[in-house]
């Protein structure tokens, strides 16, 4: 789990807060991902990254917004916190030239009240 | 969906005994990859199988790849307590993004 590295770890925070989840990675990857996941459940991807100045949305949709100026970092963004964002985030990276899986961060989990 | 199913959702062994995970999906794959996850943590790729490959080992764990049947298994011997976490199986298609299962809750009892 090492070299991928989300903060905070934990969030909790009113609504209506704008809020950002950090995510770097140091393995200069070209891939990166953000998944969100409730507790004991699957994973859904919302943003994904193939490069700078690359962003998509995921198969769920999400009310957040990603940036990828610099390879290393991969910010989440939340206009305007609301309880239905209470979740794990999850941040990943893969490297498209050797297809050898992803390596994920420890996750951030929110909670707005 | 290209989203793969793990069978059973939740699993609960004794320490010392081996578990069997299940993982079907639906299209053609490239590759498929097993996690672990440790509550409230990230996931941690444990093994890839390629499409042309049949069977892997690493470690205590063995997987199976059944393209025909679409279908992959995930075999845990000698369990451990530190076993005990949630399995994911992940199906990529070429330069396409992973597609994640819905899990399986694994409790290995000491």
């Known amino acids: 789990e090492a070299d991928i590295y989300q903060t905070p770890r934990y969030l909790v925070i009113g609504t209506g807060k704008k809020i950002t989840l950090e995510c770097s990675q140091t393995?200069?990857?070209?891939?990166m991902y953000w998944y969100q996941q409730d507790p004991g459940m699957e994973l859904h991807l919302i943003h994904y990254s193939y490069g700078v100045n690359s962003t998509e949305k995921g198969d769920l949709s999400s009310e957040s917004t990603v940036s990828r100026i610099r390879t290393e970092h991969f910010p989440l963004t939340l206009e305007s916190a609301r309880p239905s964002h209470t979740s794990q985030y999850l941040c990943?990276?893969?490297?498209?030239?050797?297809?050898?899986?992803?390596?994920f961060g420890s996750g951030t989990r929110l909670t707005v009240v | 969906s290209q989203q793969g199913e793990e069978d059973p959702q939740a699993l609960s062994i004794q320490e010392g005994e081996n578990a069997t995970m299940n993982c079907s999906y639906k299209?053609?794959?490239?590759?498929l990859q097993w996690y672990r996850q440790n509550s409230g943590r990230g996931l941690v790729h444990l093994i890839l199988i390629r499409s042309n490959e049949r069977e892997k080992h690493s470690g205590r764990l063995r997987v199976t790849l059944d393209t025909s049947k679409k279908s992959s298994s995930l075999l845990i011997t000698a369990s451990r307590a530190a076993d005990t976490a949630s399995y994911f199986c992940?199906?990529?298609?070429?330069?396409?993004?992973?597609?994640f299962g819905t899990g399986t809750r694994l409790t290995v009892i000491p």
């Open positions: 299209t053609s794959i490239n590759n």
């Open positions: 990943a990276s893969s490297d498209s030239d050797r297809n050898d899986g992803y390596t």
């Open positions: 992940a199906t990529g298609r070429g330069a396409n993004n992973l597609f």
């Open positions: 393995m200069g990857h070209d891939k």
